[in-house]
């Protein structure tokens, strides 16, 4: 099984980015997907999931409105796109996948990233003027 996410560099305060993560060796379309971020001295978090039975998402309130998740199963492909980049949003991104989630909002944000089943190896982004 391989994540392979990708998208991350530097952009100024404001600005958008688009990430992406490729998924092999695994169906995609039987698994919640999510991203995470880690931040230097800090523990990984939870930003989004989405749902791979109804295409539910949910988000944390400190992205809701600027980041949007989506799906494409066909191209085994999740993504982010993230606009109006503050640089507290600088960190690693991670593309994580699950078996069995992200059924709700409450599921979402008590799901920690131990309970994820793959992972991506990360991208950075750095939001910096």
């Known amino acids: 099984v391989q994540l392979q996410a990708s998208g991350g560099g530097l952009v100024q305060p404001g600005g958008s980015l688009r990430l992406s993560c490729a998924f092999s060796?695994?169906?995609?379309?039987?698994?919640?997907l999510g991203w995470f971020r880690q931040a230097p001295g800090k523990e990984r978090e939870a930003i989004s999931c989405?749902?791979?039975?109804?295409?539910?998402?949910y988000y944390k309130d400190f992205v809701k409105g600027r980041f949007t998740i989506s799906r494409d199963n066909a191209k085994n492909m999740l993504y982010l796109q993230m606009n109006s980049l503050k640089p507290e949003d600088t960190a690693v991104y991670y593309c994580?996948?699950?078996?069995?989630?992200?059924?709700?909002?409450?599921?979402?944000?008590?799901?920690?990233?131990?309970?994820?089943?793959?992972w991506g190896q990360g991208t950075q982004v750095t939001v910096s003027s």
């Open positions: 994580a996948a699950v078996r069995w989630g992200c059924y709700s909002q409450f599921d979402f944000a008590q799901r920690g990233p131990g309970q994820y089943d793959y």
């Open positions: 989405i749902s791979n039975s109804n295409g539910n998402t």
């Open positions: 060796g695994i169906t995609v379309d039987n698994y919640a």
